[in-house]
Structures are given as C-alpha cells and as structure tokens.
C-alpha cells in the first residue's frame, strides 16, 4: 500500500514539474509546501529522477538529449553559459566531438559528474561575463551560450598555452566557418575588453595563423 501510494504521488509531481525539464528543491516547495524532501531521495534510488548536483533533479527521459545537457549545464551552477571548446563545437568549429561540457561563470571554479555528463565551470571576472546569447531550442526553453568570437577568446584568455602557432593549428579551427561566418570585427572588439595585452598578443598570432 505504501509503495502504491508513493508511486502515485510521483506520477502527480511528474505531471507538475516534468515540463520544467530541470528543477530544484526550492521549485518542489512552492508547489507543495509540505513536500517529503525524502520522496526525492527514493525516487532517484528507484531511478525515477536523476540527481544533478545538490538540490538539482531532472527525469530520465532527458538523458539522452544532448541540448538539455547543455541546458542543464546553465541551470545547475549559475550565472554561467556555454563557452570554450562545448561551444566551439556547438558552432562545427572544430571537428571532433566533446565529451565534458565546459562553462564560464562569475563563481569559484566547479566540477559536477552526474548521469547526464561532466560538467567544468572555468571562473573569469564579473566584467568579462559577456558576449553570450540565449538560443531557443526546445519546448520554449532557451541556451546561453557563447557567441563564435567570445567563446574564442575566453578559450585564449582561460588557456594561455596557446601562444605559438603550432599551438593555434592544434585547435583545427574549420576554415570556412572562420572565413565565412566569424565575426574578426568582433572578435577584436570584445578582446579589447579584456585588457590584456598577453591575450591580444594570442588574438593576433590565431589571426595570422588562420589568414583571417
């Protein structure tokens, strides 16, 4: 009996949040203030729910979604959005795919491992928290995620090794996305803002190895 009506429960708190795709524990209290915080536990035991992190759930039917892995990279640790080689790829920038989802954010630096993937957050300035744009992609939700140019130079600011051309023609940047669809106008606006001549230094050497 208590099985049964546990299973019912579920099936009642599925219907409310399962749209959400990704929720927390404060989101579950304001729809039931008296919520068992316990149920949750058993549910992930039971595999009904994947744990996130800490106070972050979603449902198994996500797992296999890669842009709510993506989304959910923006939901768990915030403010945060998708950058360096996650976003990269996104944009067919580079050729091969990546497993670990790699994140800016204004907070400490941060690993999550969950059923869903890895997740890396790389800690930059509050006024270098720029240059990212809310994607639409699913069911009215949306993906912060850097531009093409930002996600760049966050990767040169964030990873200084790349200072030699040999180094640069390792990214394998594609070359038509870099002739036809970057932005080098922007690119050079939004390294300015960095003030940082060590990263100019870098911004010029990608452009001279890439003939942009």
């Given at each position: 009996m208590l099985h049964y009506r546990n299973v019912m429960n579920f099936y009642q708190f599925k219907q409310q949040?399962?749209?959400?795709?990704?929720?927390?524990i404060n989101q579950v209290y304001a729809w039931q203030p008296n919520f068992n915080r316990n149920n949750l536990t058993f549910w992930v035991k039971k595999g009904y729910l994947i744990r996130l992190k800490q106070g972050y759930f979603t449902f198994p039917e996500y797992k296999n979604k890669l842009d709510y892995?993506?989304?959910?990279?923006?939901?768990?640790?915030?403010?945060?959005?998708?950058?360096?080689?996650t976003a990269l790829s996104f944009y067919d920038m580079i050729p091969e795919g990546v497993v670990q989802?790699?994140?800016?954010?204004?907070?400490?630096?941060?690993?999550?491992?969950?059923?869903?993937?890895?997740?890396?957050?790389?800690s930059i300035k509050e006024e270098l928290f720029f240059g990212y744009e809310a994607k639409p992609f699913s069911d009215g939700h949306t993906l912060l995620i850097a531009t093409?140019?930002?996600?760049?130079?966050?990767?040169?600011?964030?990873?200084?090794f790349y200072n030699n051309e040999m180094e640069m023609l390792e990214l394998r940047l594609d070359e038509d996305f870099m002739q036809d669809n970057f932005n080098k106008e922007l690119f050079l606006q939004y390294a300015q803002q960095f003030k940082s001549i060590a990263l100019e230094e870098r911004v010029h050497l990608l452009i001279k190895t890439y003939n942009l």
């Open positions: 949040l399962f749209d959400l795709a990704c929720f927390n892995a993506r989304y959910f990279a923006n939901r768990i640790y915030k403010p945060s959005y998708i950058s360096l080689h989802i790699t994140n800016v954010t204004t907070l400490k630096t941060a690993t999550f491992t969950n059923k869903i993937g890895q997740y890396s957050y790389k093409p140019e930002k996600a760049l130079l966050d990767l040169l600011y964030l990873y200084p």
